[in-house]
Nanobody, 123 residues
């Protein structure tokens, strides 16, 4: 399965962006999907994940209450709504699909990765 992340851009602190991850090649409706981010000089870190039905979602503490992950299996997409953005949210954001239907919170739980989309939050 190929993943395409989109929706990144430049936004002022306090603003919002909505990222989208679209699968092609085959559906990922039976797979858990996660979002990760990597800032310059830092390791890739978990942001949010959702299981195959959307019944379970997980967030890293720093984005709880500000980010919302959701999925639209009929459209083969997963979204990440990001509100109240902060300069420390600046990073390249990657979506990934797990081999399982669950929603892992570590990169090793994912088999397929998209190319990433840049999010820059200015202060």
């Amino acid at each position: 399965v190929q993943l395409q992340a989109s929706g990144g851009g430049l936004v002022q602190a306090g603003g919002s962006l909505s990222l989208s991850c679209r699968a092609s090649g085959r559906t990922f409706s039976n797979n858990g999907v996660g979002w990760f981010r990597q800032a310059p000089g830092k390791e890739r870190e978990f942001v949010a994940s959702i299981d195959w039905r959307g019944g379970s979602t997980y967030y890293t503490d720093s984005v709880k209450g500000r980010f919302t992950i959701s999925r639209h299996n009929a459209k083969n997409t997963v979204s990440l709504q990001m509100n109240s953005l902060k300069p420390e949210d600046t990073a390249v954001y990657y979506c990934a699909a797990a081999l399982s239907s669950m929603a892992p919170v570590v990169p090793s739980g994912y088999r397929y990765w998209g190319q990433g989309t840049q999010v820059t939050v200015s202060s």
